[in-house]
């Protein structure tokens, strides 16, 4: 699972209704992982991937994977990004790959209004909203046993409340669709509403009542004041995991024991790599040999996907295993 807020929500919430399923590894951006002690000798062949993408194993992520038609003027390039598309085809006829972006026909090569498929109409908002109306469509819903905090850490997960308001274009028609597809008595549609309805200030009360009463209990902080983790270290990690666990009534999902995180055994990721297809650092002839090896190399990533905006530009990224 990836190391910040929405993969730790998401990753509690699967495993809350998938008793068998552990918490085993945690990527920290793209340079390190964190492991369990009982796979640092290699990647098991039964991984899930929770907001993370790789063509080795099932995933459940909310990024763009797919680059698309666009016909750039590099052909080494185009025709990697071609095989790579290929890859994610065939790799969904033997994996699970919840991902709305392929459902969607998402194409991380375009961000234009006009086109229907563009990464300008992406699934805007984080795993853990697309994850918990997959749950309830499938008959698994996870309980709800806290109403004050719980419903906005789902919607808030990478930062869906101020998307919301930002790109209401965009989603306002993906939410109001995904609760639609539920039903109107669903979490997903409650959380939809708790958003949709909202004065300005009503997320901001939320955040600031947790903060104080974690400054009454004396705890470090382990969310910042925009409710993503205040740090990817394994004592922030603990504190967060520890508070959702606490306040969900959910299952602990990481192997061992939450406690144990501090005996995790910390490595570097086997590798990295961006690949700009838009923005000031846009791949030139000069350096088209490395991109297209870059883009090879992501078959064998841990996670790898589209980001799209920015100050350097859109980019393709990738980061490797142990």
């Not at 793209?30 to 907001?51: E, Q």
Request: glycine share 10%.
């Amino acid at each position: 699972m990836s190391a910040d807020i929405d993969g730790l929500v998401s990753a509690a919430m699967l495993g809350s209704v998938a008793p068998n399923w552990e918490i085993v590894a945690f990527v920290v951006e793209s340079t390190k992982i964190i492991l369990h002690p009982s796979v640092v000798s290699g990647m098991p062949t039964d991984l899930v991937a929770v907001d993370l993408f790789s063509l080795r194993h099932d995933s459940l992520s909310n990024h763009v994977v797919k680059y698309g038609n666009k016909q750039i003027r590099l052909r080494g390039l185009r025709s990697a990004f071609s095989i790579w598309d290929g890859m994610v085809d065939a790799g969904a006829s033997k994996h699970l790959y919840a991902l709305p972006s392929v459902w969607a026909g998402t194409q991380g090569c375009y961000e234009d209004a006009y086109k229907p498929t563009s990464s300008k109409y992406k699934y805007p908002l984080g795993t853990a909203q697309i994850l918990l109306a997959m749950l309830e469509a499938a008959g698994h819903a996870p309980k709800f046993f806290d109403r004050h905090y719980l419903p906005w850490l789902v919607a808030n997960c990478d930062g869906g409340v101020s998307t919301y308001t930002k790109y209401g274009f965009n989603a306002r028609i993906w939410w109001a669709t995904m609760a639609g597809a539920v039903g109107p008595a669903s979490l997903t549609e409650q959380v939809f509403r708790l958003v949709d309805t909202m004065r300005p200030h009503d997320f901001l009360d939320t955040v600031n009542a947790l903060d104080r009463e974690r400054q009454a209990s004396g705890v470090q902080p382990w969310l910042n004041d925009d409710w993503n983790l205040a740090g990817a270290d394994r004592g922030t990690l603990e504190r967060a995991l520890t508070w959702i666990h606490e306040l969900t009534g959910w299952r602990d999902p990481v192997r061992g024991g939450i406690s144990q995180l501090a005996s995790w055994v910390e490595v570097p990721a086997s590798g990295s790599g961006i690949v700009y297809v838009a923005g000031s650092n846009v791949v030139k002839p000069a350096t088209e040999k490395a991109a297209i090896g870059s883009v090879m190399a992501a078959n064998n990533a841990i996670n790898a996907n589209f980001y799209h905006g920015g100050f350097s530009g859109s980019r393709f990224n990738w980061v490797g295993g142990w």
